[in-house]
C-alpha cells in the first residue's frame, strides 16, 4: 500500500540558510499534519492542513511556514534556520479530522551546522 | 487540555515473557486514544487505537491494549515478547477537533534474548 512520502531523507544546512521539506500523503487522504522531534523526544506538533485549508497551528516559530497545495502535497519552509532546528521532522495524512489514525512518513533528519 | 503521560522511560522484558508499557490519559470529552512503534530513524508506525466499544483492542504485531475508564489508563500489551519488538513506544490522544495528535513521552522498550 502506498504511505507517505517524504523529501528528501536527509538535509544538512548551515545557520541562517533556508530549507524546505516536502511532504506526498496517502493517495484521497485530505489532511496532513507536520511534527518536529528533536533528540530524545516526543514529536511536538507544528502544523495541519484539511483541505489545503490552514486547520491547526501548534508550537511552529515565525520563522517556519507551511502550505498545502491543489494536489494535496504539503512543504514545510524554514528560513533563517537555528542550530535548534536541528531534529527529525514528520509528515502525517489521515482521511479527515476525525477518529482514523494519521500515517507518518519516515521523516526528514535536517542538521543544521 | 488533552494529555497522556507515559510513567516509564524505559522496560526490560526477557524474551517469551508478557510485557506491558504504560499510559494514562486526561482528556476532557471521549478519548481516541493510540499506541505509536518508533524503529530507530523511522517513522512511527500506527499499532492500535481505542476509540469506543471493547475495552481490549487488538492491533497489529501481537499486541493489545487494554482501556480502563476508572483508572484513566490504556496501557499496551503483549502476552510473548520478541527481541525485535525493542523499539521506542510512544501512546497519544487525538483532538476531536482538529485531529492531531498529542503524544506521550515515550517508552523505549529492550527485549533481551
Known amino acids: 500500500a502506498a504511505g507517505v512520502i517524504q523529501s528528501p531523507r536527509h538535509l544538512i544546512k548551515e545557520k541562517r540558510e533556508t530549507a524546505t521539506l516536502k511532504c506526498y500523503p496517502i493517495p484521497r487522504h485530505d489532511t496532513v499534519y507536520w511534527y518536529q522531534q528533536g533528540p530524545g523526544q516526543d514529536p511536538q506538533f507544528l502544523i495541519s492542513f484539511y483541505e489545503k485549508m490552514q486547520s491547526d497551528k501548534g508550537s511552529i516559530p515565525d520563522r517556519f511556514s507551511a502550505q498545502q497545495f491543489s494536489d494535496y502535497h504539503s512543504e514545510l519552509n524554514m528560513s533563517s534556520l537555528e542550530l535548534g532546528d536541528s531534529a527529525l521532522y514528520f509528515c502525517?495524512?489521515?482521511?479527515?479530522?476525525?477518529?482514523?489514525?494519521?500515517?507518518f512518513g519516515n521523516g526528514t533528519r535536517l542538521t543544521v551546522t | 487540555a488533552q494529555s497522556v503521560a507515559q510513567p516509564e522511560d524505559q522496560v526490560n522484558v526477557a524474551e517469551g515473557n508478557p510485557l506491558t508499557v504504560k499510559c494514562t490519559y486526561s482528556v476532557s470529552g471521549n478519548p481516541y486514544l493510540f499506541w505509536y512503534v518508533q524503529y530507530p530513524n523511522r517513522g512511527l508506525q500506527f499499532l492500535l487505537k481505542y476509540i469506543t466499544g471493547d475495552n481490549l483492542v487488538k492491533g497489529s504485531y501481537g499486541f493489545e491494549a487494554e482501556f480502563n475508564k476508572s483508572q484513566t489508563s490504556f496501557h499496551l500489551k503483549k502476552p510473548s515478547a520478541l527481541v525485535s519488538d525493542s523499539a521506542l513506544y510512544f501512546c497519544a490522544v487525538r483532538d476531536d477537533n482538529t485531529g492531531k495528535l498529542i503524544f506521550g513521552q515515550g517508552t523505549t522498550l529492550q527485549v533481551k534474548p
Open positions: 502525517a495524512s489521515s482521511s479527515g479530522t476525525g477518529v482514523s489514525p494519521l500515517h
